[in-house]
Each structure stands twice: as structure tokens, then as C-alpha cells.
């Protein structure tokens, strides 16, 4: 499985846009990029996947450039509801076991 | 409420007893994996059950025990823990063939401590 780099964490404040980039250099040809939301004492949660370019839906937006080996979760408009660990993840379709890294703590000040 | 839930929420128990941890999923899925989540380190993958068996087991210690009589239930029996198992248990689901793929469900945990 491709290794994954995020930031430890991140501040913002309600209502910027917040962008949580994720390194994945060794991203293989059939590998596809998913997104995990927690909240403390509670699982993770699923928000976004992609596989190139660009994909969003009611929550998120994912950019992933041409080359694959980086992509980045952008939350328009924070708040403090959205303070939580986001992970990235990266694996081929249909496999099981995610294994996900420590994650970016984002914190959201009023 | 994602479809899956856990009972109990929070579970304290001593060295030498045995209990087990609960997890139902109601949304039709056929597979149920369990996971442990310790203060400050990622959420390590310990057990995956498809159509009732079990087909991953991540080097999991053999005080844990797991057991899925069918897909909508996941049990995991627990004895002689040792304090370092303190952490929250949690259950996930997912469709295979889902699309998305990588889609789980996880329940809210349950929080267990050794004493």
C-alpha cells in the first residue's frame, strides 16, 4: 500500500476554507484516494473519494493532480463542528483493510 | 446514526474476568471488520469477517476472540486483558462491490479500560 504523508495538524477559523494536502509518492496505477472524518470517542466516517482530477459532493472537495502523487481536501467554509482528525487513505478498489496513519488534527477557533 | 451500532459504550473491567463486545449492522452489508483505536495512535485493523468468515486477522493476540454467526453480527470475546488493551473498540462494515469502494461504517465504539 502507498505510503501517506499528512500534516500533524492545522488551525483555521470558521468560515475560511480549509485545504489539508496528503503526500502518497508511491501511488500505484489502480490506486484510489478516500477521505476519513473523526470526532473524538466517535468512528471515522467516510467523506470523499477520488481518483483523479477533481470530485466533490456535499461535504468536500478533492483535487488530485496529474501525476497522482499528492491531492488535497479542501472544507469550504469551516466551523467549529468540523474540528476533527482527517485521514487520508490510499489502496486499490475492493480491498478490505484500510490502514489508516495518524491523520491532520484540524482545529476550528471561532 | 451510521447503521452500526455497539453495545456497551463503555466497558471497565478487570484482569481476569471475560466479556464480550457487541456489534450489529443494520444496513445489509456482507462484511464487519473490528478495530482498535489507543490514546494517540492510528486505528489498527484487527479483524475482517466477509459472508461470516473471517478472512483477515492482523497479528492479533489470542485473548481477543472474535465470532460472526451471520453478517448482520460481530462479536468480540475478551479475557485475561492486560491494561495496555484499554483503548476503543471499534466495529466498521461494508458492501463488497460497494461504490465507492473503501466505504466502511463504523459504529460509535465502545470504550473499554482494564484495570
Known amino acids: 500500500l502507498a505510503k501517506t504523508t499528512q500534516p500533524i495538524s492545522m488551525d483555521s477559523y470558521e468560515g475560511q476554507e480549509v485545504n489539508i494536502t496528503c503526500s502518497h509518492n508511491?501511488?500505484?496505477?489502480?490506486?484510489?484516494i478516500t477521505w476519513y472524518q473523526q470526532f473524538p470517542s466517535q468512528g471515522p466516517r467516510f467523506i470523499i473519494q477520488g481518483y483523479k482530477t477533481k470530485v466533490t459532493n456535499e461535504v468536500a472537495s478533492l483535487f488530485i493532480p496529474a501525476d497522482r502523487k499528492s491531492s488535497t481536501l479542501s472544507l469550504p467554509r469551516v466551523s467549529l463542528s468540523d474540528t476533527a482528525v482527517y485521514y487520508c487513505?490510499?489502496?486499490?478498489?475492493?480491498?478490505?483493510?484500510?490502514?489508516f496513519g495518524s491523520g491532520t488534527r484540524l482545529q476550528v477557533q471561532p | 446514526e451510521t447503521g452500526v451500532t455497539q453495545t456497551p459504550r463503555h466497558l471497565v473491567m478487570g484482569m481476569t474476568n471475560k466479556k464480550s463486545l457487541k456489534c450489529e449492522q443494520h444496513l445489509g452489508h456482507n462484511a464487519m471488520y473490528w478495530y482498535k483505536q489507543s490514546a494517540k495512535k492510528p486505528l489498527e485493523l484487527m479483524f475482517v469477517y466477509n459472508f461470516k468468515e473471517q478472512t483477515e486477522n492482523n497479528s492479533v493476540p489470542s485473548r481477543f476472540s472474535p465470532e460472526c454467526p451471520n453478517s448482520s453480527h460481530l462479536f468480540l470475546h475478551l479475557h485475561t486483558l492486560q491494561p495496555e488493551d484499554s483503548a476503543l473498540y471499534l466495529c466498521?462494515?461494508?458492501?463488497?462491490?460497494?461504490?465507492?469502494?473503501?466505504?466502511?461504517?463504523f459504529g460509535p465504539g465502545t470504550r473499554l479500560t482494564v484495570t
Open positions: 466498521a462494515s461494508s458492501q463488497d462491490g460497494g461504490v465507492p469502494s473503501y466505504e466502511q461504517y
Open positions: 487513505l490510499v489502496g486499490p478498489p475492493g480491498r478490505r483493510a484500510l490502514t
Open positions: 508511491n501511488i500505484a496505477t489502480n490506486d484510489y
